[in-house]
Each structure stands twice: as C-alpha cells, then as structure tokens.
C-alpha cells in the first residue's frame, strides 16, 4: 500500500509560478515511477509529467519548457516547479505513483487568473 498527499496549490496569476509537492508514505520501495496528472473541469485526466526512479522525465507537450518535475528520494517526495502558467492551466493536480497498480493521491487545486 502507498499514500500519497499533495500540496502547494493555490491562486496565481497568469505568468506566474507555483510548486507542488508530493509526498509518498508505506510501500516506497515498490515504486516503478511517479507521475503528476491534471484534471479540468469538463475534460479527462490527462498525464502532466512523469519521471522514474532514475531521473528519466517526460511532459506533456503543452507543459514542456514551463514545467520541471523533480524528486527527493531522500525525503520520498515528488514536486512539480510551475512556471510561466497560463489560464488553461487551471485543474486539480493529482500525484499518481506506479506500483503493480496505480496509487493516487486527492488532488490539489491550481487556479490561474487571467
């Protein structure tokens, strides 16, 4: 089993930045990779970005250059550093980890104001 609490969402303003964070609990050593998921109201959960336990990363092609997502193995925590944000960025932000299942966590609130 393995838990996982987001935070550091909030309000912003367009152009500006916010980091999430992520923080993992129970059976961390099972991990295959991490990821960071959003979903907008009225659209599907789309895949943000991705990265593995050796650092290997992915983005989506609308967050690519904008987006940086990072992980702390010490402190078993992901983040994702938001910059440049843009209104159509606004969504819940769920941290999801890969196991031999998903594991999700409740999701955090981004607004970004126009």
């Known amino acids: 089993q393995v838990q996982l609490v987001e935070s550091g969402g909030g309000l912003v303003q367009a152009g500006g930045s916010l980091r999430l964070s992520c923080a993992a609990s129970?059976?961390?050593?099972?991990?295959?990779?991490m990821a960071w998921y959003r979903q907008a109201p009225g659209k599907q959960r789309e895949l943000v970005a991705i990265?593995?336990?050796?650092?290997?990363?992915n983005y989506a092609e609308s967050v690519k250059g904008r987006f940086t997502i990072s992980r702390d193995n010490a402190k078993n925590t992901v983040y994702l550093q938001m910059n440049s944000l843009k209104p159509e960025d606004t969504a819940v932000y769920y941290c999801?980890?890969?196991?031999?299942?998903?594991?999700w966590g409740q999701g955090t609130q981004v607004t970004v104001s126009s």
């Open positions: 129970g059976n961390i050593f099972s991990i295959n990779h």
């Open positions: 990265i593995t336990s050796g650092s290997i990363t």
């Open positions: 999801n980890a890969l196991t031999t299942i998903h594991y």
